[in-house]
C-alpha cells in the first residue's frame, strides 16, 4: 500500500476523531522542554583541520528526482498546498581528481509512483561518480539517500570506499524497498565513533539520531574556509530550522517513526546556529531553494 493511500486512511479517522486530534497529528509542533542538541562547532572545526590534506576545492549538487509532499508534511501547520521535495546526492571535489559523494539519491525503480520527476541521465553521473569516489558517506539510511548504492551494479566493488557507520547498518528495516544485495556487506566494518570524527581533510561526522538510528550531519570545510553543514533530513528544508518546527506529527509517527524529541533537539541547536554564526552555510535534506541559493553565492556547483 503507498504512502498516499495510508495518509488517507489515517486522514480519514482523524477526521472521525475530531478536531483536537486533527491539530493533534497536522498542526501542533511545539518544542518538547526536554529536547536537547549541541554541536560543538570550536571541535568540529578542530577536526576538520586535524587530517593532513588539502581540502576540497568544490562541491556539485546533482538533483536527481523529486517528491512532492503537501506543505503540512514538511512543516506542521504550513497548509496542504504541495510542495517539491528534490531529492541531491553530492560531490566534493580534491585536488588532483579526489572525489568523494555526500548520499546517492535513489532510482526510479525505489521511488515508483511517488516521484514527481526522476532525472535518469542524473542518476546515471552519480552512479558513475560512485565508480570513482574515493569515499562515499551517507547521512541517514533512508532510501532516497542510500538507494544509489544499494542498486549500484558493482556495490561490492565500491564498499570498501563507503563509510557506513554502525547505525547505519544496523538499522535495515530504515532502508526498506532499498537493500543491499545478499552478502553484500559480509565481512563490512562500519564507523563506530562518539560525538564526532574526522573522516578526510575538512570533512567531519558529526552523529545526530533521530530522524532514523543512522542519522549524523557531515560538516565540510572548503579549501576557501567556507562551512558548510549538510543536515541530512533533521530538517527537509530551511522553514524548519528558521521556525523551529517539525514535520507534521501524521508524517513523523505513522511514516518516518522518528525520535521527535531528538529532532527537536537538533533543529533548535541548527536555529542557534544559524542565528550565531551566519557565515555557516547549513544544507537541509531537501531544498530546491537553498541550494539554488548556495549555487548563486558560489558556494556549490550545479551538476556532476
Known amino acids: 500500500m503507498?504512502?498516499?493511500?495510508?495518509?488517507?486512511?489515517?486522514?480519514?479517522?482523524?477526521?472521525?476523531?475530531?478536531?483536537?486530534?486533527?491539530?493533534?497529528?497536522?498542526?501542533?509542533?511545539?518544542?518538547?522542554?526536554?529536547?536537547?542538541?549541541?554541536?560543538?562547532?570550536?571541535?568540529?572545526?578542530?577536526?576538520?583541520?586535524?587530517?593532513?590534506?588539502?581540502?576540497?576545492?568544490?562541491?556539485?549538487?546533482?538533483?536527481?528526482?523529486?517528491?512532492?509532499?503537501?506543505?503540512?508534511?514538511?512543516?506542521?501547520?504550513?497548509?496542504?498546498?504541495?510542495?517539491?521535495?528534490?531529492?541531491?546526492?553530492?560531490?566534493?571535489?580534491?585536488?588532483?581528481?579526489?572525489?568523494?559523494?555526500?548520499?546517492?539519491?535513489?532510482?526510479?525503480?525505489?521511488?515508483?509512483?511517488?516521484?514527481?520527476?526522476?532525472?535518469?541521465?542524473?542518476?546515471?553521473?552519480m552512479s558513475a561518480a560512485l565508480d570513482k569516489a574515493s569515499l562515499i558517506l551517507i547521512t541517514h539510511e533512508h532510501m532516497d539517500h542510500i538507494g544509489g548504492l544499494t542498486e549500484h551494479p558493482d556495490v561490492k566493488r565500491i564498499l570498501p570506499s563507503t563509510k557506513l557507520t554502525q547505525e547505519q547498518v544496523d538499522h535495515p528495516e530504515r532502508s526498506a524497498p532499498a537493500a543491499f544485495p545478499e552478502g553484500a556487506l559480509d565481512g563490512y566494518e562500519p564507523l563506530v565513533y562518539g560525538n564526532y570524527m574526522a573522516i578526510a581533510p575538512g570533512v567531519v561526522l558529526i552523529k545526530s539520531p533521530g530522524h532514523s538510528p543512522g542519522s549524523q550531519m557531515i560538516y565540510v570545510q572548503k579549501s576557501d574556509g567556507t562551512g558548510v553543514l549538510f543536515v541530512g533530513d533533521v530538517a527537509w528544508q530551511y522553514r524548519n530550522i528558521e521556525l523551529v518546527r517539525e514535520r507534521a506529527r501524521l508524517m513523523t509517527q505513522f511514516f518516518l517513526k522518528e525520535d521527535r524529541g531528538a529532532v527537536f533537539g537538533q533543529l533548535r541547536e541548527l536555529h542557534r546556529l544559524h542565528q550565531a554564526e551566519p557565515k555557516l552555510r547549513i544544507v537541509p535534506g531537501h531544498d530546491g531553494e537553498a541550494v539554488a541559493a548556495l549555487v548563486e553565492a558560489g558556494v556549490m556547483k550545479p551538476g556532476f
Open 2 to 125: 503507498s504512502w498516499k493511500r495510508i495518509a488517507l486512511i489515517v486522514l480519514a479517522v482523524i477526521a472521525i476523531a475530531g478536531g483536537g486530534a486533527y491539530y493533534w497529528f497536522i498542526v501542533e509542533s511545539h518544542v518538547p522542554a526536554d529536547a536537547e542538541f549541541a554541536i560543538d562547532m570550536t571541535e568540529v572545526r578542530r577536526l576538520a583541520a586535524s587530517m593532513p590534506g588539502d581540502k576540497a576545492l568544490e562541491i556539485d549538487a546533482e538533483k536527481v528526482a523529486a517528491f512532492s509532499f503537501p506543505k503540512t508534511a514538511v512543516v506542521a501547520g504550513d497548509g496542504w498546498s504541495r510542495v517539491e521535495i528534490p531529492v541531491y546526492s553530492y560531490r566534493l571535489v580534491f585536488p588532483d581528481g579526489i572525489t568523494a559523494i555526500i548520499d546517492t539519491a535513489l532510482d526510479n525503480k525505489l521511488g515508483g509512483s511517488n516521484l514527481v520527476s526522476f532525472d535518469k541521465a542524473a542518476y546515471d553521473r
